[in-house]
């Protein structure tokens, strides 16, 4: 904002400039006709028939022979003729055009002069030169005042509005604020009194799954659904629960020095009986004895959505790998990632993965128990580690995710 300010008050100072200046530069450029005219005239006629200069603010001229001989003069004040003089016998004055020139007079004070020469002709022959010039201090002191009042009403006035618009938006997001408030408490409440109800409901299922009067293969099939279905709000609940906790900063970290390392082969040995079921091979690059410090439980979190997701989007017989390695030269830095054969992700869809109940597929995504809150809370996660994530994807070939976190 002060940036425009300053660009507008510059442009305004360069046209009223330039305005003033133009005006005074043809203002001048007259006055020289007028006194080479003059002086022909009276070389022609042997008497002098031109105006009274005098009567014209601050203009002064001075006429030259061609051998450079001072012939007739109008004098500029006594403090700046010597330098006036200096600048026409050093040549600085062009002919048919108007130059501005700074000088400072004999008490060292700066001046702005307008200074222009033309030939005197005679019987179509150049038989001297008048140097006119007109003293324009004044207009260009009362510029920069201008500039500097305007300066100073530019800033006032954007205190003002600054001020105004502040209370203004204070007003209209304070409401906004409120009801986001709201929202974010109804979903951790909600999610926290769903969890005991989803409970009850999954150990009746359990108790009647293990009931051995039933045995109606439809009974038993509707059961086996009712379990899978309140799995999966069970995870959506817990998922909405630890968004809403992070959105209002609820959840702090529990900083602590773990074994990096072993988190991940754990993780792994847990994920193998998931990849087994599903026919794909789960590796791990993990070196031993290594240390991160940071939230161990987050971070457990954050590996298992990913090698979760690697395992749930790669079809039967594929591959998931995991690395783990500290970045060389940055021994801050912890870098992981997550390798697998899978669907893939289209390019105009990487940016988005990471939003929340956003799904590439949402057919797919429904059939295996996703609910695009996964990548949202990981995205968290590693923002709270002041992290990185990387995404490299081809479709139908397997997707890259590459994690880097900082030691907290």
């Not at 100073?152 to 408030?181: D, Q």
Request: with cysteine; hydrophobic share 40%; charged share 25%.
């Amino acid at each position: 904002m002060f940036a425009v300010f300053a660009c507008i008050l510059l442009m305004v100072r360069g046209s009223v400039e330039w305005a003033v200046s133009s005006e005074q530069a043809s203002e001048v450029a007259e006055v020289a006709q007028d006194v080479a005219y003059t002086e022909s005239m009276m070389l022609a006629n042997g008497m002098y028939m031109g105006d009274d200069l005098g009567q014209r603010d601050r203009f002064f001229f001075y006429v030259f022979d061609k051998a450079g001989n001072l012939q007739n003069y109008s004098r500029a004040s006594e403090q700046l003729e010597h330098s006036i003089l200096e600048v026409i016998n050093n040549g600085q004055v062009p002919i048919g055009d108007v130059s501005m020139v700074e000088l400072k007079d004999s008490k060292n004070k700066k001046a702005v002069l307008l200074l222009t020469s033309t030939d005197i002709i005679l019987n179509h022959t150049a038989v001297g030169t008048v140097f006119v010039g007109k003293d324009v201090t004044a207009f260009y002191k009362g510029i920069k005042k201008s500039t500097y009042f305007m300066a100073g009403i530019s800033m006032i006035a954007l205190i003002i509005a600054a001020f105004i618009g502040y209370s203004l938006s204070g007003k209209v997001i304070s409401p906004m604020e409120e009801a986001y408030e709201r929202q974010r408490q109804f979903a951790a409440d909600a999610s926290h009194e769903l969890r005991t109800p989803l409970a009850v409901v999954m150990a009746s299922a359990d108790m009647l799954q293990s009931d051995p009067s039933i045995t109606s293969p439809i009974c038993k099939q509707v059961i086996d659904d009712l379990k899978d279905e309140v799995k999966k709000m069970t995870k959506l609940v817990g998922d909405l629960l630890t968004v809403a906790r992070s959105d209002g900063n609820a959840e702090k970290l529990v900083v602590t020095e773990f074994s990096i390392s072993e988190t991940f082969q754990q993780i792994i040995r847990n994920m193998q009986a998931i990849a087994e079921q599903k026919n794909i091979t789960l590796t791990g690059n993990i070196p031993d004895d290594m240390v991160y410090r940071g939230d161990q439980q987050k971070i457990s979190q954050l590996i298992m959505i990913f090698v979760d997701n690697a395992i749930k989007y790669t079809p039967k017989g594929g591959e998931v790998s995991v690395n783990l390695q500290e970045k060389k030269g940055k021994k801050n830095l912890l870098t992981f990632s997550v390798s697998d054969t899978g669907i893939g992700i289209a390019k105009e869809d990487q940016e988005k993965i990471f939003g929340r109940f956003y799904r590439v597929d949402k057919a797919r995504s429904r059939s295996m128990g996703g609910n695009g809150l996964g990548l949202a809370i990981a995205m968290g996660i590693i923002n709270s580690h002041h992290g990185k994530v990387y995404v490299d994807s081809v479709l139908e070939k397997g997707t890259t995710f590459t994690i880097e976190l900082k030691n907290l």
